[in-house]
């Protein structure tokens, strides 16, 4: 039993209040997605879609944050990413409020009877270039399976008139992802620049969009500090999710 249960963590990433197992799906348990699940703003919310949600991740930590009263979706494409965070979800203490939805997301937001005050999404960012090595891990990370036209139509028509659209992208894709969606009559509300650390430029951006204009806060942070240890922005946002923070 013991060696089991040794396997089955190796096959995952295990946080303080629940284990991701991440064995069976194209992207693995990552940064970018961690710092996203912390960041995205919860205040107010009162139902949260993750499009894309592979293992379940950004979900889960978003159950964590919010009340009891809020329901958390997660759409997945891959048919083995979503039943991984299917079962990933019935085993953490949100189990009752988690739903995991095996779609794409454009038949989805054709569908979907209701609304969302808080939608987040880590997406594909590169343009097709040279082969994956299998085709679940091109359609997670190459936007010919989801191009960033079709995401932000998605989410215009699943959003709430006071609600956020959150992503996490490269720092150049990231400012073309801005330009497209305020073209499309989105308001940039919150950026959060990212580094790896203090002598590197940001090489991603976290951001968050509304279908309404607002106040407006800019901010960055560095993941490590000089010494190399993660620096207290990075363990601030993070600490009630990694172990021995």
């Known amino acids: 039993m013991s060696q089991q249960k040794a396997t089955l963590r190796a096959n995952g990433f295990t946080f303080k209040q629940f284990f991701v197992a991440h064995d069976r799906c194209a992207m693995k348990v990552g940064t970018d997605g961690v710092l996203l699940g912390a960041w995205a703003p919860v205040a107010r919310v009162n139902r949260v879609l993750d499009?894309?949600?592979g293992s379940g991740l950004i979900a889960l930590m978003l159950a964590q944050r919010t009340e009891e009263s809020v329901q958390v979706d997660g759409v997945e494409l891959d048919a083995e990413a979503a039943s991984q965070a299917q079962e990933n979800c019935a085993a953490s203490p949100?189990?009752?409020?988690?739903s995991i939805y095996q779609q794409?997301?454009?038949?989805?937001?054709?569908?979907?009877?209701?609304r969302y005050s808080l939608i987040v999404s880590n997406p594909p960012y590169f343009a097709a270039g040279s082969a994956c090595a299998s085709p679940q891990r091109a359609a997670a990370r190459y936007t010919d399976t989801l191009d960033h036209q079709t995401l932000l139509s998605c989410?215009?028509?699943?959003?709430?008139?006071?609600?956020?659209?959150?992503?996490?992208?490269p720092a150049d894709v990231g400012n073309r992802f801005v330009e497209m969606a305020c073209e499309r009559g989105w308001f940039l509300r919150y950026r959060t620049d990212i580094a790896d650390n203090e002598t590197r430029?940001?090489?991603?951006?976290?951001?968050?969009?509304?279908?309404?204009?607002?106040?407006?806060f800019y901010d960055s942070m560095v993941i490590r500090g000089?010494?190399?240890?993660?620096?207290?922005?990075?363990?601030?946002?993070?600490?009630?999710?990694y172990l021995f923070r």
Request: contains cysteine; aromatic residues 10%.
């Open 226 to 241: 000089p010494d190399q240890r993660y620096s207290e922005a990075h363990c601030s946002l993070t600490r009630d999710f």
């Open 201 to 216: 430029p940001p090489n991603r951006v976290m951001l968050a969009l509304s279908p309404k204009p607002g106040e407006k």
């Open 94 to 98: 949100w189990a009752s409020r988690l």
């Open 51 to 53: 499009i894309g949600c």
């Open 155 to 169: 989410a215009e028509s699943l959003i709430d008139e006071e609600g956020f659209f959150c992503v996490v992208l």
């Open 104 to 114: 794409d997301i454009r038949q989805w937001a054709s569908q979907c009877q209701w």
